[in-house]
């Protein structure tokens, strides 16, 4: 697949494969030209993940809740997972990846920024498992009702009964674990670039 004027289409097509595999995966990715465009949300069956570091000096507001969960057989049942909000943040070393299956072959997508800091906004995850340090700053509510937590004015979607913390600003060290969502806005997250690569990769 080539065009004269500007050789081969392997950009062009790596950013259509990518759209088409990251609704069963990552729903909603935008990609273009191997670079993610002005914004990300990602949607995955647990995803796995790396960071150097992300910081933020805005409010930070987490919530622990319980969610419904079905195995590959089926079966239904019950898994607490962690969702941290923040209005703007600076991260490092970011990697997602996510293992996809195409014409019977085995593929991992991963969207990466390098060793670069890169400035977000409008962060929000969620997360299974994490191993990571954080360290709070400013005025911080423990064991605060999750129905009442929300960071820049946005609510985390908590529920009364639920565990909710808020803090000034916070800082993670380096952190690995497996991610089911994520949404980044604005920034530069054009720094952010999706791959397409054969086999079961993980990040690092």
Known sequence: MTDSKNGTRWGR????????LIPAGFIGAAAASSALGAGLA?????AS?????ISTDDPLGIIVHPQLVKDKNGNTYTEYVVKLQASNAVARGICV?????????T??????????????????ATIHTVSTSLKATGTVRLNQNAADV????VSLGGAFGE???TAGGASLGSASGTLQGAMLKGGSISDLHAR???????CG
């Not at 993940?49 to 570091?53: E, K, P």
């Not at 990846?97 to 072959?105: I, M, P, R, T």
């Not at 397409?196 to 993980?202: I, K, R």
């Open 150 to 153: 929300s960071a820049g004015g």
């Open 107 to 124: 593929l991992t997508i991963l969207i990466e920024s390098g060793d670069q800091e890169i400035q977000i906004s409008g962060v929000s």
């Open 13 to 20: 097509a790596l950013a259509l494969i990518i759209g088409a």
């Open 42 to 46: 990602m949607q995955s069956d647990q």
């Open 163 to 165: 565990l909710g913390i």
């Open 97 to 105: 990846a996510e293992k996809v299956s195409l014409f019977g072959q």
């Open 49 to 53: 993940f790396t960071t150097a570091g």
């Open 196 to 202: 397409l690569v054969p086999g079961d990769v993980s």
